[in-house]
Nanobody
Framework: QVQLVESGGGLVQAGDSLRLSCAAS?????MGWFRQAPGKDREFVAG????????LYADSVKGRFTISRDNAKNTVYLQMNSLKPEDTAVYYC?????????????????WGQGTQVTVSS
C-alpha cells in the first residue's frame, strides 16, 4: 500500500514563500505536484524523475517554484517563492510508476490528501 502525506500548506501574503513536503511509503516513483483551485480542473505544477536528475514545470510556476527530492527520506519537496494570489489552491502530490514525468494527472496512480495553500493580496 502506497501512502503519500503532504504537509507545509498555509496562508501567506503575496510575495512570500512556502515549502511543501510529501512523504511517500514504498518504492521510488516518478513524483508530481498538482493543484486544484475551486471550480477548476486539477493542473500539473511540477514533476521529478526517480533520481531527481530531471524536472518539469508548468509555465505558470517556472522560475518561482522548485521541485526536489530526498530519496533517503522518501520525501519530495516543492519550494514555492514569489507566491501570487493565483497560486491559491489545494496542492496534491502524486506518484507514477511509469518511466517519465507526465503532466496528465490520469497517469498518476497514487495521490495524497492535499494541502491548502492560500495567498492573499
Amino acid at each position: 500500500q502506497v501512502q503519500l502525506v503532504e504537509s507545509g500548506g498555509g496562508l501567506v501574503q503575496a510575495g512570500d514563500s512556502l515549502r511543501l513536503s510529501c512523504a511517500a511509503s514504498g518504492r521510488t516513483f516518478i513524483m508530481g505536484w498538482f493543484r486544484q483551485a475551486p471550480g477548476k480542473d486539477r493542473e500539473f505544477v511540477a514533476g521529478i524523475s526517480r533520481t531527481g536528475g530531471s524536472t518539469l514545470y508548468a509555465d505558470s510556476v517556472k522560475g518561482r517554484f522548485t521541485i526536489s527530492r530526498d530519496n533517503a527520506k522518501n520525501t519530495v519537496y516543492l519550494q514555492m517563492n514569489s507566491l501570487k494570489p493565483e497560486d491559491t489552491a489545494v496542492y496534491y502530490c502524486a506518484a507514477d510508476t511509469g518511466p517519465i514525468v507526465e503532466v496528465d494527472p490520469k497517469r498518476y496512480e497514487y495521490w495524497g490528501q492535499g494541502t491548502q495553500v492560500t495567498v492573499s493580496s
